[in-house]
Each structure stands twice: as C-alpha cells, then as structure tokens.
C-alpha cells in the first residue's frame, strides 16, 4: 500500500522521522490491513495534512508489518493516532474517531487554517506576488482583528499593483505602534507616486536636461520619473551631481526627494548604500 501524502513509518525511517518532529510536528496513524477503520481514515487525515502544508508531516506504520515499532509505541487499539512535537508525544487518541474529532485535537497545537493562509499569503508578498496575495489578506483582515502587519502588506501590494489610492487609505489607518521601518517605505513611495503624478513624459525631459543640466527643477522632476520606472539609481546620480553643488538646492526639495528615494529602496539595498553613505558624508 502506497498512499499519497504522507510517509509510510518503518524500522528504517522512524528514529529520522521522529528527530524530525524537533522541527516540524509528526501525526503517526497506526493502522492494519485487517482494522477497515484504520484503513478508511487514511484518505481524509491526508487531505487534512495537505491543509496544513508543511506545518505537520503525517506518518503512516502498518502495525501488522512493524509489529515491532508497534510494541514500542505501546499500541492497544486499532487506528491510534499520536502526535510527535520536540520528538516527544503530545497527544494522541486510541480507538475509532472522526475527522473533526481529530482535527480538534490537532488545532491545540499547530496553527489555525486561517494562521497557515496568512503566511502563505506573507510569503507571496515576499515573493513579488501581490496580485496573488491580496485577495487572501483582504479576506483574513477582519478575522485578525485588523492586524496593523497585515494592512502594511495589503499596502504594499496596492503600491505594487498601482493602486495608490487605495494603499493610501490603508495606510492612513496603521496606528503608531505599528508605524515601523516597513511602514515608512510604503510612505516614502507613495509621496514619490505623488511628486510624479503630472510630470511630463522621461523622453522629453531627459531632452531637456540634457540641454541644460544645471537646471535643478528640471534634474528633481527628472529623478522622481526615473524613480517611478525602477531606474532608482539613475535617479540619485542626478540628485547627487545637484546636492554636491548645493545642499539646499530647490529649498531642500531635492535633498528631501533623495531621502524619499532611499527610504523607498530599504535597509541593505546595495545602490540605497551606496548612496546613503554619498548623503551622509555631505550632510555630516
């Protein structure tokens, strides 16, 4: 017997699968072929494990072919289940159960559903995938109590997505203890977003400066285009070849344009280094 989604347990595997419960919980389904109700349980504990991702590894031993590890385990019933945490046994219940009867047991000491999609949905975020993510963290908003990290990151796939009105809106509603280093790049690029907003197109004012390059207004409106097309570094060589003539140049606009930059791009970014470091030794 082959099933899917899970592991079949034996003298071989168990100690490595057990040591493997010190990171990830291991559900054991004792069964047997001549237990039919060991046997019937198998397929819907699989797509419970298939719920749960890669938050539970579910291990199956066939008691009639590992008599040995059965003993071990000290089984009297047909099916037993057990849960494994830190290579120990948690829980566990011994005789015939239904899913939900299991699945409660399991919700004392692994995740929610609702937990497991928020993370999934954090990770597509990190990911690039905003498009994907939104409609999970719109949906889980409520159940979280309006959590201030999950509208950060319905922010930030808004600003992705082009949708600045609307990350606007959300991000007017993130309160104080919740205003971290996150939330202030999403800020940061929403005022590039609307510094930019009536600029003329990057062809006819790259002609322009070009033409005329110590002209400040034209090398400001410059960067906030380049800005916005991803070409951040081009961006502050023009910000930078402005401030090293002078620090205030536009009332301290450009310098404050730079900043917005920086900001945007985050803590570790290469080029934000790179830069930052230019800023700082002309500031200081």
């Not at 089984?75 to 409660?104: R, S, W, Y």
Request: aromatic letters at 6%; charged letters at 20%; proline letters at 4%.
């Amino acid at each position: 017997m082959q099933p899917e989604h899970s592991v079949e347990l034996n003298e071989q595997n168990f100690q490595q699968i057990l040591e493997s419960s010190m990171q990830t919980p291991v559900l054991i389904h004792f069964w047997a072929p001549m237990s039919q109700e060991s046997i019937a349980v198998i397929p819907a504990l699989q797509q419970l494990s298939q719920q749960y991702g890669d938050a539970v590894t579910l291990a199956l031993l066939n008691c009639e072919e590992q008599q040995g590890l059965a003993q071990q385990f000290g089984v009297q019933a047909l099916p037993t289940i057990a849960l494994f945490k830190n290579g120990q046994a948690v829980d566990g219940m011994g005789g015939p159960q239904t899913i939900e009867a299991i699945q409660d047991m399991l919700g004392k000491h692994l995740p929610s559903q609702e937990e497991l999609q928020l993370g999934q949905a954090f990770k597509l975020v990190e990911e690039g995938e905003y498009q994907a993510a939104l409609p999970t963290l719109l949906a889980l908003l409520e159940h979280f109590g309006g959590n201030g990290q999950i509208k950060l990151h319905i922010a930030q796939c808004y600003i992705e997505t082009q949708a600045f009105d609307q990350a606007e809106a959300v991000l007017s509603e993130i309160l104080m203890q919740d205003q971290d280093s996150k939330y202030k790049e999403l800020i940061a690029k929403l005022e590039l977003h609307k510094q930019a907003g009536s600029s003329p197109e990057i062809q006819a004012l790259e002609e322009k400066y070009n033409a005329d390059p110590s002209n400040n207004a034209l090398a400001l409106e410059l960067a906030i285009q380049y800005s916005q097309v991803s070409r951040q570094e081009e961006a502050l060589d023009i910000l930078m070849a402005a401030l090293l003539k002078d620090l205030n140049a536009q009332d301290g606009q450009i310098k404050k344009t730079m900043m917005d930059i920086l900001s945007a791009l985050g803590q570790g970014n290469p080029v934000a280094g790179k830069y930052r470091r230019q800023l700082y030794s002309l500031l200081y």
